[in-house]
């Protein structure tokens, strides 16, 4: 059973700065493409960023030059650097990766639970 738990959300003012961390356990293979999401209510959840396990990323427009998505694959973490924080940010953030089980052919996507931002005064 693969579980991915996120750390790091919580409340922060406006220009503040949070870092989110997501690790992956149990029985893999391997981890390909690392990422996060995040939703608001009413809203569809959206791509903030995603990291392949060669380090190439991807960006949201919204998020670009505030956030850094990096990883870990020794821990088989992923973190997110969330700095220049603004009310627009708020949202539940989801981690995601591309997994590939041990005697499968293909990845499967798997969430984590999902952790709370909020950017407030």
């Known amino acids: 059973q693969v579980q991915l738990v996120e750390s790091g959300g919580g409340l922060v003012q406006p220009g503040g700065s949070l870092r989110l961390s997501c690790a992956a356990s149990?029985?893999?293979?391997?981890?390909?493409?690392m990422g996060w999401y995040r939703q608001t209510p009413g809203k569809e959840r959206e791509l903030v960023a995603r990291i392949t396990s060669g380090g190439s990323t991807f960006y949201a427009d919204s998020v670009k030059g505030r956030f850094t998505i990096s990883r870990d694959n020794a821990k088989n973490t992923v973190y997110l650097q969330m700095n220049s924080l603004s009310p627009e940010d708020t949202a539940v953030y989801y981690c995601?990766?591309?997994?590939?089980?041990?005697?499968?052919?293909?990845?499967?996507?798997?969430w984590g639970q999902g952790t709370q931002v909020t950017v407030s005064y």
């Open positions: 149990g029985s893999m293979f391997s981890i390909n493409v």
């Open positions: 995601n990766a591309d997994i590939l089980l041990r005697g499968s052919l293909f990845d499967s996507a798997y």
